[in-house]
């Protein structure tokens, strides 16, 4: 959950404002030229080992455990708890789908 430099995808567009989760959730992705090119294969496999640990409550349970110091405003979120809410709907929403998956249906 914490940020790299925009290492969850919705954060390359939280400049503006936060966007919609639903349009981030179902984006495919380009997997070529990725450092998980290679296990492409595997990645269906990850998923569904994954998929069953998480949910919302485990949304809204790892952001509440981040201080409020670490979490910078983004407009539309300028609270810590909004911002914590706005991780819980993009992370739920990509949860909802598998478009993210290489080869998958949109």
């Excluded at 080992?49 to 110091?69: K, N, S």
Aim: aromatic share 8%; charged share 25%.
């Amino acid at each position: 959950m914490i940020d790299h430099g925009a290492s969850l995808y919705f954060h390359h567009g939280w400049a503006g404002g936060v966007s919609d989760p639903a349009r981030f959730a179902r984006q495919p992705r380009d997997i070529t030229a990725h450092v998980m090119e290679k296990r492409v294969a595997a990645l269906p496999d990850a998923d569904a080992r994954i998929t069953p640990l998480l949910d919302r409550t485990v949304f809204t349970e790892i952001p509440a455990q981040v201080p409020d110091a670490w979490l910078e405003p983004v407009p539309g979120t300028e609270t810590p708890d909004a911002l914590r809410a706005a991780y819980v709907e993009f992370l739920t929403a990509r949860l909802a789908t598998r478009a993210w998956l290489p080869g998958a249906e949109s």
